[in-house]
């Protein structure tokens, strides 16, 4: 019966030469017989792209068509599909034909939709959804041997308990602790560093004593022995003669830098060198706000006197005293008097308050005192880190606190301290606030809760008793009893979709979006749950999504035909 309808709708279709793309009028309609009109709406299910009748215009399109074109167009229709899946929901439903599929674990490629997958946990959703196809997940390992202990300092980080070999070293050790429950501190990465001991410093090696490690580069090693350690290095490593200014290069380091202003800070941070190596002497009057001894532009004549390492004051003070011998005024601003920059003795005005504390400091002998912010001064706690004094804001809190502890000269209260002190009081288990009484803190996840308790507290949970006081892999759940709520589990989820892939990865039950769709006045579509903001957003969704504008038309037809 199928075959016979099918050569009739061909013989029709040549006979009558339709025209690609022809609209389907009810007029039109009435001259076709009741078989090929439900052939026609059997087909119009999954949105055809192009209706093709005619055998030269067929070969003709098979021709010049591509491959991908010619794997979602159906033989028997004459139909090209948007895309292959609806071409396989076409040859299911209605010629009811598919092809077999083929578990592939090596490449993850599904040959019935000629599509690879870039891990195995998709390809598996793939199978489960489109084919019903439920692989089991393969673990590379096996179960651990409790009898034996693994030796976490393995070179081959090979794991002797479970028999398998990892590939890096931060796996090696995340296993160690999941599966065989051994603390962090026995394998950290960061050395244990004391603090009243300084290591020899080796130039020839390149090798540190107290962290017990060997560096590549001579002035990464220098940099570490400094900022780590905080040492302070030999007058030998300060002389002139270790440096070339003009070729911008340190002998001590062995480094050549691009800019001067580079190798400038490299003399003052490295080797405590705060005079500038060069005999160029800045310009402070410069239009363009440009440094010449250090060979770097700045955004504005405020940034040139003062910048966030407080250039000329810090750099070349030495060279251009006349920063701090400031210009003479008799009377000042209500500015100058407000940010204390007019000294009333030698009745002068500087441009900033820090030079005016470097005058009071050089000229005067009075040493800068820290003080209670006062009414005009910056706002200590200022939410967005922005000096009112200096027209600045910092990126982060610490470097705007230490501002105003340097150059204002404020008493700033320090930040609480972040690091958990160890003590010696056993905290209650708390899974489900994920709570710390001790600590007094409380922890978005429970991964980061269960690391908490076992390396500050020592208490070790295994992970499989606290997954099982929320998920229930045993019971089989009833589906949309309460809204997204599952008895199995006896949780409750926020959203559809968040419900329907924990039944899926927890209980393996998939469910199918809603064929059926009633008209909703308020824009709501009942299958996905959805209010549209628009009657065209709420159409097309029909239209696109559930093919609500193609049934419905085609409904209306063949009542009017019978």
Not at 242 to 254: A, S, T
Not at 270 to 281: E, G, L, M, V
Request: positive net charge; proline residues 6%.
């Amino acid at each position: 019966m199928q075959q016979g309808t099918v050569e009739n709708v061909e013989s029709n279709a040549s006979n009558n030469d339709l025209k690609i793309d022809r609209p389907r009028t009810r007029t039109y309609i009435k001259q076709e017989t009741e078989e090929d009109s439900k052939v026609y709406l059997e087909c119009a299910l999954y949105s055809p792209v192009k209706i093709e009748s005619s055998s030269s215009e067929i070969s003709k399109y098979d021709s010049t068509s591509s491959k991908g074109v010619k794997n979602r167009r159906c033989s028997i229709c004459d139909i090209t599909f948007h895309n292959r899946r609806l071409y396989l929901d076409h040859e299911l439903h209605s010629h009811k034909t598919k092809e077999t599929p083929i578990i592939d674990l090596e490449t993850f490629c599904c040959n019935i939709c000629n599509k690879r997958y870039s891990s195995g946990f998709k390809y598996r959703r793939h199978m489960a959804k489109q084919n019903n196809i439920h692989i089991p997940l393969i673990k590379p390992h096996s179960k651990p041997n409790p009898s034996i202990t693994p030796d976490f300092k393995d070179p081959n980080n090979y794991c002797i308990s479970c028999n398998y070999t990892y590939k890096s070293r931060k796996d090696y050790y995340r296993h160690m602790v999941k599966i065989h429950h051994m603390q962090l501190s026995r394998f950290s990465s960061k050395p244990h560093r004391p603090k009243n001991m300084k290591p020899v410093i080796d130039l020839l090696n390149m090798y540190c004593d107290i962290c017990n490690s060997t560096f590549g580069v001579k002035n990464v090693y220098i940099q570490h022995l400094v900022q780590v350690h905080e040492m302070t290095l030999p007058d030998l490593y300060s002389e002139p003669s270790n440096f070339d200014p003009e070729g911008l290069y340190c002998k001590m380091c062995d480094k050549r830098y691009k800019y001067k202003w580079d190798f400038t800070a490299h003399l003052r941070k490295i080797h405590n060198i705060t005079s500038s190596p060069f005999d160029s002497i800045p310009n402070v009057d410069d239009q363009n706000n440009y440094c010449s001894a250090c060979d770097k532009p700045f955004l504005s004549r405020k940034e040139l006197y003062w910048d966030t390492s407080l250039h000329l004051s810090s750099i070349h003070l030495d060279q251009i005293p006349e920063l701090y011998q400031g210009v003479d005024c008799k009377n000042p601003s209500k500015n100058d008097l407000r940010f204390e920059r007019h000294c009333v003795d030698c009745q002068k005005v500087f441009l900033l308050k820090c030079l005016y504390t470097i005058h009071m400091d050089k000229i005067h002998g009075v040493e800068p005192q820290k003080c209670l912010p006062k009414v005009d001064d910056p706002d200590v706690n200022s939410p967005n880190n922005h000096c009112t004094s200096c027209v600045k804001t910092y990126h982060s809190r610490n470097v705007y606190k230490q501002h105003l502890a340097k150059v204002h000269h404020l008493i700033v209260p320090t930040l609480p301290s972040r690091c958990i002190k160890i003590n010696n009081t056993m905290p209650v288990v708390d899974l489900l606030d994920k709570h710390c009484n001790v600590c007094n803190r409380v922890y978005k996840s429970l991964n980061n809760y269960r690391e908490h308790m076992s390396r500050y507290h020592h208490i070790i949970f295994p992970r499989a008793e606290t997954f099982r006081k929320y998920v229930n892999r045993n019971e089989i759940p009833v589906i949309d009893e309460i809204g997204n709520y599952c008895t199995a589990c006896d949780r409750v989820y926020r959203s559809r979709p968040s419900y329907k892939g924990h039944l899926y990865a927890i209980h393996g039950i998939y469910i199918p979006k809603s064929p059926q769709i009633n008209h909703d006045t308020n824009n709501h579509c009942a299958s996905c749950n959805k209010t549209y903001s628009s009657p065209g957003n709420y159409k097309r969704h029909l239209n696109s999504i559930h093919h609500k504008k193609t049934l419905k038309i085609k409904q209306e037809d063949t009542t009017e035909h019978i």
